[in-house]
């Protein structure tokens, strides 16, 4: 089991910046998995945001977030975060870190990942 848990969801202005941050415990091996940001705005779906392989060396991005966002992970801290910057009001949601074991490709699709945080609000005003 791993248990993931959001923090770092704030009210910003259009143009500003946050970083996300996904701690996960339990009894496994943190490096071993895939890890994923998605995020749901309301009345919408659950949308991928970024993902990143189990070793770091792969990452995609969704093309609504390409080079505002980046993804990275400290596999010594069991810790996943999301630099978002020249955030914009479309942006707005909740976003939930995910996690599976291994590296499938579908990084997109919310159905791959076993593992769930409860979210953190993001909110960006115009």
């Known amino acids: 089991q791993v248990q993931l848990v959001e923090s770092g969801g704030d009210s910003v202005q259009a143009g500003g910046s946050l970083r996300l941050s996904c701690v996960a415990s339990?009894?496994?091996?943190?490096?071993?998995?895939?890890l994923g940001w998605f995020r749901q705005a309301p009345g919408k779906e659950r949308e991928a945001v970024a993902a990143?392989?189990?070793?770091?060396?792969?990452?995609d991005f969704a093309d609504s977030v390409k080079g505002r966002f980046t993804i990275s992970r400290d596999n010594a801290k069991n810790t996943l975060y999301l630099q978002m910057n020249r955030l914009k009001p479309e942006d707005t949601g909740v976003y939930y870190c995910a996690a599976r074991l291994g590296y499938s490709g579908r990084w997109y699709d919310p159905a791959d990942f076993t593992y769930w945080g409860q979210g953190t609000q993001v909110t960006v005003s115009s």
């Open positions: 990143i392989a189990p070793e770091g060396r792969v990452t």
């Open positions: 339990g009894h496994t091996i943190y490096s071993r998995y895939s």
